[in-house]
């Protein structure tokens, strides 16, 4: 498996190959199956996501503690009525509602796809569904940016990790943010050097974030940060695209991050202890849920 994401850059420089066909050759040694049933498996990921996205926009999915919920479809009718113009875009502001969306069915217990992790998993198919909506990709094409996405995680949890208690929120939503942002690129179009642009961009605008959840619960303040990362995201993108660069490359920022998680104190390390949870609004809501008060 990959070390850094330059190494995978290089790979596609000498083998002519797309940053797709490269995460499934790694696959293929891994499991030793034939691309088609590689494929198919990431396929059905890819209904997964766009069915979870669908189902937190048709209707107002509350959380099983009660604390959250309805975000997604409450703003995607606010898109529809005419008066009512997004400062975010047509684009983002779609992208947005979809990234709550997921994370809202994951609160309700509804089947989603952990990328990398569930408090996590609204903004890879929030970025990749409105992109295939806005300019037709079919589903093979967002397959192959799915193993884009795949790749760029694989190196994240080989130097650091995507995990919340470990790294906080910025190994969650930001490792999310940057696979998404580089998949992007590369389904838009963007070399390979330009995807992995787009990862550092990404990653090192989310650097630092803590993970608070209030009651403990993947729901308060994660929906909403899905939102934002998806925003940071499609950021990446456009100037990654225009060819700014990030400056740090992609494989030191995410180092940076693994080092800013070790420092991190633990109370905002998914402990429910500090930041947001530790709010006096934050504590009422800890004490509503756990006495069945809410």
């Known amino acids: 498996m990959f070390e850094s994401l330059q190494e995978i850059v290089e790979n596609a420089e000498r083998t002519q190959k797309s940053l797709a066909e490269l995460v499934i050759d790694a696959e293929k040694l891994t499991s030793g199956l034939p691309t088609e049933d590689i494929r198919a498996r990431m396929l059905k990921r890819l209904q997964t996501m766009q069915h979870s996205a669908q189902e937190g926009l048709d209707r107002p999915i509350k959380s099983i503690s009660g604390i959250s919920g309805g975000s997604a ?23 947005i509602a979809r990234a709550l969306a997921v994370n809202e069915v994951n609160a309700g217990m509804g089947c989603i796809v952990a990328t990398p992790t569930a408090g996590s998993a609204g903004i890879l198919p929030a970025a990749l569904i409105t992109l295939q909506e806005e300019y037709r990709f079919s589903d093979d094409q967002i397959v192959d940016a799915l193993f884009v996405a795949s790749g760029i995680g694989m190196v994240v949890v080989n130097r ?25 690129v590369a389904l838009l179009g963007g070399s390979p050097c330009q995807s992995m642009q787009a990862v550092g961009i990404t990653l090192k605008n989310m650097l630092g974030l803590v993970c608070d959840p209030v009651a403990g619960l993947v729901e308060v303040p994660c929906v909403k940060r899905n939102a934002a990362g998806v925003a940071q995201c499609f950021v990446a993108i456009d100037l990654a695209l225009a060819g700014v660069e990030s400056i740090i490359p992609a494989d030191e920022v995410i180092d940076a991050m693994a080092h800013i998680g ?7 390390k998914e402990t429910g202890l500090g930041g947001l949870a530790a709010t006096p609004t934050g504590r009422r809501l800890a004490k509503q849920v756990w006495e069945g008060d809410v």
């Open 73 to 95: 479809h409450k703003f995607w009718n606010w898109l529809d009525e005419n008066e009512n113009v997004p400062v975010t875009g047509s684009i983002l502001s779609r992208a």
């Open 160 to 184: 650091a990790n995507v995990s919340g208690a470990m790294g906080g929120c910025q190994a969650e939503t930001g490792s999310a943010a940057a696979m998404a942002a580089g998949a992007s």
């Open 262 to 268: 070790k420092v991190m104190h633990k109370d905002l």
